[in-house]
């Protein structure tokens, strides 16, 4: 018997009003197609040089910790305190838009955040080197939602509330 995976939303996030915008549209799009949102945060290890001093060194274990509670924090504020069971929040260590691009090979959408407005004044503003690299090198679809995008809102999560994780073909 084959099996079908649903359709897969992906949402690469950080620390900046964008990625709550682009975590927003993306929940709403994956609502619409009743799909998994994975949303993705990454952190990478500071770049410490061989005769720094042990205290240096030890910072590297706080990049986690801090990346995995300003996820949390994100989620809360757009989803509240219980995320919907199709959201799967996940930390990855590496360069963001390589992490992500990926990743996009399992996704139907990428989407990020950008904190331009979207209009011709944003011609000046040079896109992020993770946009670029995404835009790329990415295996699906890219989405860029800007700060001031007026998109698409959640609903209440009555359908995917029961998502499957994998949705069988008849025989």
Do not use: H
Not at 76 to 97: A, H, K, M, S, Y
Not at 136 to 143: I, L, N
């Amino acid at each position: 018997m084959d099996s079908i995976s649903p359709p897969v939303v992906l949402v690469g996030v950080g620390d900046t009003r964008a990625s709550a915008e682009a975590l927003r549209w993306a929940a709403g799009e994956a609502w619409r197609r009743n799909a998994r949102l994975q949303v993705v945060r990454c952190w990478e290890a500071e770049f410490t040089a061989p005769y720094a001093g042990q205290d240096r060194r030890q910072a590297d274990g706080t990049q986690p910790a801090a990346a995995r509670e300003s996820l949390a924090g994100l989620l809360t504020q757009v989803f509240g305190e219980q995320p919907p069971g199709w959201v799967i929040p996940e930390l990855r260590r590496g360069v963001p838009d390589r992490v992500l691009a990926g990743l996009s090979a399992e996704a139907d959408l990428l989407v990020l955040g950008s904190a331009g407005r979207g209009g011709l004044d944003d011609q000046a503003r040079p896109i992020g080197p993770v946009i670029r690299g995404c835009l790329s090198r990415a295996q699906c679809p890219v989405v860029v939602v800007s700060t001031g995008t007026k998109g698409p809102r959640l609903r209440p999560p009555s359908p995917l509330s029961r998502v499957p994780a994998v949705a069988s073909k008849w025989d």
